[in-house]
């Protein structure tokens, strides 16, 4: 059998699999958006505090309460963590309390924290409590040399915080993320940045995210990358894993891969990250936002919320509701109506997807990665109209 | 008999940095067969939505990624 045959049969079988994980979707993974709020304020930030209210946030009871309902009322027999998002989880006050309280279920003991890394650095012995409450990983945004990471974030001396935070993880033991996202400011030094990631802090993943349309980043779209350079971005991580994937299977080597940022195509899925790509959202990933809302991951848009935990069984939603997220048909829609890549990603990353049906961060059909460049007449704003989304049922 | 010789030009010389870089094609081709066939088709995107590409004992990086 060739290569490509060979290839053709597994993503076959690899296709039939995520079938069935959409068809029984086990809960997985809990993100928990502990709160909207941050001590910082970047332009490019998916999930701003100002377009929220802050006073909706979980107490601390609520929170422990969640978890403590899940642990009780589903299968967490294939459980696998729980991820802390934000804002800035550590703005919350309490989230050690949560932390402590939940973690003496058993399967709460394997959980990671997204930060800017300020408070760690500011507090560095919380790295020891954070040990002793569940926390194994740590994910620190740096997002290029100091200059460029300061000036997005309004605040000197945030970068020198961050980097020292991730050092201080590392050293500590924990399994660390350096999250890198991509824009215009800052693609000119990815691969010096990432050469300085390597050398100096060595977390276990340097990871490249596209900057998406999203929350402030829309207010500030110079930010946003042309094709052009989208395509740049992936040719340096196709290099990147092509030198270094053969080290991968020591734990100490650093490695290097595209954040859900979306599918490639089977020609570049597992050639420029080590895994092939599939949104988990809601399929066994639940969201539980900060004011209690469920949904998934939390960039993703809230009207896309699929219950409210402070006012029903989060079991009963998670097991009834989030047909938009398990049948995909609805996105099979404009450019991914006779897309040959459909079967393969369903419409992509969830958070790309907008209500009514559009869609306007296909990296494959965007980038023309591996197509004919489209047609200038090619327009996203009108191709939806027949879309039907089945939370809503409303065409 | 003299040996018969192809012109120079037409020589293909060998390249050491090709061979490398063929080496490395197929390393990449064969660390990506494993990736699908793997029996959770999600299991590093799990992990990639946390900062755990070291669960179960590294066991995803030294299957997948073995020499």
Avoid at chain 1, 186 to 195: C, M, T
Avoid at chain 1, 289 to 316: A, P, T, V, W
Avoid at chain 2, 27 to 54: A, I, Q, S, T
Wanted: glycine residues 8%; proline residues 5%.
């Amino acid at each position: 059998m060739s290569h490509s045959e060979d290839l053709t049969l597994l993503f076959e079988n690899w296709k039939g699999r995520i079938e069935t994980l959409m068809r029984e979707h086990p809960l997985q993974i809990i993100s928990w958006e502990a709160t909207r709020r941050c001590n910082l304020k970047c332009l490019h930030c998916g999930t701003p505090s100002e377009e929220v209210d802050n006073a909706e946030e979980l107490t601390t009871g609520e929170a422990i309460g969640a978890f403590d309902e899940i642990a009780r009322d589903f299968d967490m027999s294939r459980f696998r963590h729980i991820n802390i998002t934000g804002g800035e989880p550590f703005i919350r006050s309490d989230l050690l309390d949560v932390l402590r309280a939940i973690s003496r279920w058993p399967f709460y003991r394997n959980i990671d924290i997204q930060t800017n890394g300020v408070f760690i650095a500011d507090n560095p012995d919380i790295l020891k409590e954070l040990r002793g409450v569940g926390v194994t990983g740590l994910g620190i945004s740096i997002d290029g040399f100091e200059s460029t990471h300061d000036s997005l974030r309004g605040i000197q001396g945030t970068w020198a915080k961050a980097v020292n935070a991730a050092q201080l993880a590392v050293e500590a033991g924990y399994v660390v993320t350096v999250s890198f996202v991509a824009h215009s400011r800052n693609i000119h030094e990815l691969s010096a940045f990432h050469h300085f990631v390597t050398d100096e802090i060595r977390p276990r993943v340097f990871r490249v995210m596209f900057i998406d349309d999203q929350g402030r980043a829309r207010e500030n779209d110079d930010l946003l990358l042309s094709s052009v350079q989208v395509r740049e971005v992936i040719a340096f991580l196709k290099r990147e894993h092509e030198r270094s994937c053969r080290n991968y299977s020591d734990p100490s080597a650093s490695m290097v891969e595209l954040g859900c940022g979306g599918w490639l195509g089977t020609e570049l899925e597992g050639r420029v990250r080590p895994f092939i790509f599939h949104c988990i959202a809601g399929l066994n990933n639940l969201g539980i936002l900060y004011d209690g809302k469920l949904g998934s991951c939390n960039n993703i848009s809230r009207d896309f919320i699929q219950g409210d935990l402070r006012y029903e069984r989060i079991k009963h939603v998670w097991g009834s509701r989030y047909l938009p997220f398990r049948e995909t048909e609805w996105r099979k829609t404009g450019p991914c109506y006779k897309c040959r890549e459909w079967d393969f990603c369903h419409g992509g990353p969830m958070h790309k997807w907008r209500p009514n049906g559009s869609n306007p961060g296909c990296i494959l059909i965007n980038c023309q990665i591996l197509r004919a460049p489209l047609p200038s007449t090619f327009c996203t704003s009108n191709i939806h109209a027949e879309f039907v989304c089945p939370r809503t049922q409303v065409r | 008999m003299p040996i018969k010789t192809q012109p120079s030009s037409k020589v293909k010389e060998h390249d050491p940095a090709c061979d490398h870089q063929q080496s490395s094609v197929d390393e990449v081709l064969k660390f990506k067969k494993r990736m699908l066939e793997w029996p959770n088709p999600v299991e590093y995107v799990n992990n990639m939505y946390g900062c755990h590409p070291d669960d179960d004992d590294n066991e995803y990086f030294r299957v997948i990624f073995a020499k």
